[in-house]
Every structure is written in C-alpha cells, then in structure tokens.
C-alpha cells in the first residue's frame, strides 16, 4: 500500500492585542491609507511581553490536536517553521514538544521565513512517505514584530505575530488522487537573492539578532513570479489546469501580492483566501493561519483541491497541493 499524508486537523492562534494602522501613525510617519492601498493590511496582532513563540505555536498546536482529536503523545514528528525562535537554541520545536508534554519524538525547527511552513510540510510528507513517521505535527509560528525595526516604516508597518498549525496522518493513497492527502510538493531556494530580504544579525554574525531589512519592490516582483511559477509546475506534474484548483492558499504578504499572483495564474481572486487584512504577514504562520480560517469558515470542502503557495527570504518559495 502506498502512503499518503492526510491532514486530520488545523488550528491556529493570534495574541490578544490588536494594533490597527491608525495606532502605527500615531508614532510613524505613516498613514491607514497608505498601509491599506499599499498592502491591503488594517491591523496585526502582537505577542504580549513575555509571550514568546513556542507559546504562540503550543496554543495553535493544541487546536488542531484537538480537530484532529488525537492525543498529542500519537505526534512522533513535530517540525516547526519560524525564523523567531525563542532562542538561537535549542529548536523551539522541542520546547513545544516539552509543553504538549511528548515524550519521544522527532522534533526540529525548519528555517526558510515565509516559505518555512511549506517546507516543513514537505518534510514530513516525506517522513509519512518513508514510514519514518506516522503521525506529524507541522506548525507555523513567529513572534516576528520582535525583529522589526521600528524605526523603518518601509518594513514595520507589513508584519505580525501568530500561529498556525496541521496535524497530519499516514493514510493510503490512490492512483487518481482522490483519496485525501497531499498530492504534491515543491521546493525552491535561490541564495543569490539573500540579500533583497534579511536580518541584519545573528549569532555567529553579530551576536545580535539584528532587525528585517527589505528591498520591497524586488521582493514583490520575485513573490509574484516564483509563486505563481511553482504553482504551474505541480499543475503540470499531475496534469491539471488552473480550473481544477478550488483554493489557493498563497503565504499572506500583501494582498497585491496574491492579486498580481491570481492575475498571472488566470485564477479568480474569488478563490484565493485572503486573510492578509487582519493579521499582517505573520511569516511562516500566515498559511496555516488562513487555511484554518477557510476550513473553520466552512470554504474548504471535503474532496476539494487546495494549493498551498510560499515565498520568502532566501530567496526561497515552493507549494503543495492538498486533497482535502
Ligand atoms: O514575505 C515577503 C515579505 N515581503 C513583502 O511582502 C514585501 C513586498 N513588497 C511590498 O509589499 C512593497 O514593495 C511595499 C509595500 C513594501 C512598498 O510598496 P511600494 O509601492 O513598492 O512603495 P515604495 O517602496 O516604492 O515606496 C513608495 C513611497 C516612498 O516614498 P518616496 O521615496 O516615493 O517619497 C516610501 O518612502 O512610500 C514611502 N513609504 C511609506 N509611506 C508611508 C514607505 N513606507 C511607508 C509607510 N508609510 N509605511
């Protein structure tokens, strides 16, 4: 019998406070109309002092375990992508592992920014495939605002904090796939472009963890391309058309972003999942934070084909196509 990865739940998680474009213009030089005509985002929610990831990612974790209703002790892979950890080590991933109270498992953070829920879910799709693991949790969490200059309003005003997270299950697969599960995945990196988007620190750099710096509008046109590029190769790999696609579920960076992206895909923006407005690019959460809205909402039917579509610093993007 051949495996398939089935996602049996999701969850996710947003910090209480709530800071709207209005609150940033009282201390920037900014404007509501220039962040939402620009971006599309009204508000992004903060991580309170002393909230750190692994709280975000343990409370998105618990939710979709719940979903799920497995117990967190099944989970023997826990991947995490976050480009926040709460510390350079260990991997926030086996914090949160300690906090779902997991005893042994496979546990390991994945950094790729924005595309880093992406890529995990393609690693453990991978693990699930190799009988390597049975049952996985890929979580997607970032305290993000935590390295923002605030002083920079060209980066500040984009970002957010939030979690988001799948549990996924070995299960069969079928030939013409349409037994649930993901289907496909694709992954790209390309580091000749590390420096249009990245942090100006680190550990071995600068023993800082240093703040974003951005070059927006070369990082706008690569997103565009590169996620509606990847999109088209698993189109192509399993030979379907942009019709067959009833979601897409693009990383939420800035709403002209998954416009320009729609556009270059002849895909109606009535199915791309926007969620960008009210939680900001939260990084590696925004995906599963929007998958979970559009199932909880009742969008995402079962038998429905989901593309879930990533890009961020590296550069690196990529995609998976999901059965539901
Ligand atoms: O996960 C991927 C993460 N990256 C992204 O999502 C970013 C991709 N890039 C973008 O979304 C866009 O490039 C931005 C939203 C960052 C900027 O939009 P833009 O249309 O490319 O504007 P711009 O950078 O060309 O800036 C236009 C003007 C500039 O003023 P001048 O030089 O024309 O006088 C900026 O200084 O807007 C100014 N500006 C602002 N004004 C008010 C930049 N940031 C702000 C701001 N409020 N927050």
New binding site residues.
């Given amino acids: 019998m051949d495996v398939r990865s089935q996602i049996i739940g999701c969850g996710s998680y947003l910090p209480d406070r709530i800071v709207t474009n209005a609150e940033l213009a009282e201390q920037?030089?900014?404007?509501d109309e220039?962040?939402t005509s620009?971006?599309g985002i009204r508000q992004r929610h903060i991580a309170a002092d002393g909230e750190l990831t692994s709280d975000l990612a343990f409370r998105a974790s618990e939710r979709a375990l719940a979903d799920a209703g497995m117990a967190a002790t099944d989970v023997d892979l826990i991947i995490l992508g976050t480009t926040t950890p709460d510390n350079t080590f260990p991997a926030t991933a086996t914090k949160v592992q300690a906090m779902l109270g997991i005893g042994d498992a496979v546990a390991f953070d994945v950094q790729a920014?924005?595309t880093g829920f992406v890529y995990g879910l393609s690693v453990a799709d991978n693990f699930i495939k190799a009988r390597q693991a049975e049952t996985a949790l890929v979580i997607g969490a970032e305290t993000f605002t935590r390295i923002l200059d605030w002083e920079d309003?060209?980066?500040c005003?984009?970002f957010g904090d939030g979690a988001g997270a799948v549990v996924l299950r070995a299960g069969e697969a079928d030939a013409d796939g349409k037994a649930p599960g993901i289907l496909s995945t694709r992954l790209h990196s390309d580091g000749r472009y590390n420096d249009v988007?990245y942090v100006d620190g680190g550990p071995s750099s600068t023993k800082t963890s240093g703040f974003v710096r951005?070059a927006?509008?070369e990082?706008?046109r690569h997103?565009v391309a590169n996620m509606a590029a990847v999109v088209e190769e698993i189109l192509g790999e399993r030979g379907l058309t942009i019709d067959d696609i009833d979601w897409l579920i693009p990383?939420q960076?800035?709403k002209?972003?998954l416009d320009g992206t729609a556009r270059k895909l002849n895909l109606p923006a009535e199915r791309v999942v926007v969620t960008v407005e009210h939680h900001a690019?939260t990084?590696a959460a925004s995906i599963p934070l929007a998958l979970d809205e559009a199932v909880r909402d009742g969008r995402i039917q079962s038998g429905q084909l989901v593309m879930l579509d990533g890009?961020?610093g590296g550069l690196t993007w990529g995609a998976g196509l999901v059965r539901w």
């Fill in positions: 920037l030089d900014t404007s220039w962040i620009r971006s920014v924005c309003r060209g980066t005003v984009l988007l951005m927006g509008k990082v706008f997103a990383h960076a800035n002209r972003i690019n990084s890009m961020g």
